[in-house]
């Protein structure tokens, strides 16, 4: 007897139409321009990559300036092996330094320093006119509030519940 006509045939692709293939496409191209938009005003701007600019906000917007190196990287949806490589050169600018936990000997601070916040602050005038200009200024009130929702269901979506999920910071 054949037992490979005994197995269930495998489940044929669920292709993507050519209107789900045209919104597919549009949406990575208009990803990747958008964020070689936003790393080079950044770079020319203040020498610094979007992630680092991410970093330093999420810094600024935390209590004392801190977070665990760990919750950083959360926030910043990156490994801890590219976040540690990226404060280590916030660290040369002077910008962010590290402190060891207390209560954790193995836990770390990522702490934003006087010169990073004034780096911040010169930056993000010019940053967030980038974002209106390329972003939110191309579209309507309407066509913001629908991308923001779609884009909150898929974030959802993506975002596993349970314990031990395969997580860019839990790698």
């Known amino acids: 007897m054949?037992?490979?006509?005994?197995?269930?045939a495998a489940e044929e692709p669920r292709w993507?139409?050519?209107?789900?293939?045209?919104?597919?496409?549009?949406?990575?191209?208009?990803?990747?321009?958008?964020?070689?938009?936003?790393d080079r005003q950044l770079q020319r701007d203040a020498g610094m990559p979007h992630v680092y600019y991410g970093?330093?906000?999420?810094?600024?917007?935390?209590?004392?300036?801190?977070?665990?190196m760990t919750e950083l990287a959360m926030r910043a949806k990156i490994t801890r092996s590219r976040l540690s490589h990226a404060v280590a050169r916030l660290e040369k600018n002077g910008w962010v330094r590290r402190e060891d936990c207390?209560?954790?000997?193995?836990?770390?601070?990522?702490?934003?320093?006087?010169?990073?916040?004034?780096?911040?602050?010169?930056t993000a005038p010019g940053h967030v006119a980038t974002v209106r200009q390329a972003f939110f200024d191309r579209l309507t009130h309407e066509q913001q509030q629908t991308l923001?929702?779609?884009?909150?269901?898929?974030?959802?979506?993506?975002?596993?519940?349970?314990?031990?999920?395969d997580l860019p910071w839990l790698r």
């Open 55 to 68: 970093l330093l906000v999420a810094l600024a917007e935390a209590p004392g300036r801190r977070l665990r």
């Open 102 to 122: 207390p209560s954790d000997k193995r836990g770390q601070f990522a702490v934003l320093t006087d010169e990073g916040t004034e780096v911040l602050k010169q």
């Open 16 to 38: 993507l139409t050519a209107e789900e293939q045209r919104v597919w496409r549009a949406y990575l191209h208009a990803t990747i321009l958008l964020d070689d938009h936003l």
């Open 148 to 165: 923001g929702e779609l884009m909150q269901i898929i974030a959802e979506g993506l975002q596993p519940k349970e314990a031990g999920a």
């Open 2 to 8: 054949n037992t490979a006509s005994a197995q269930p």
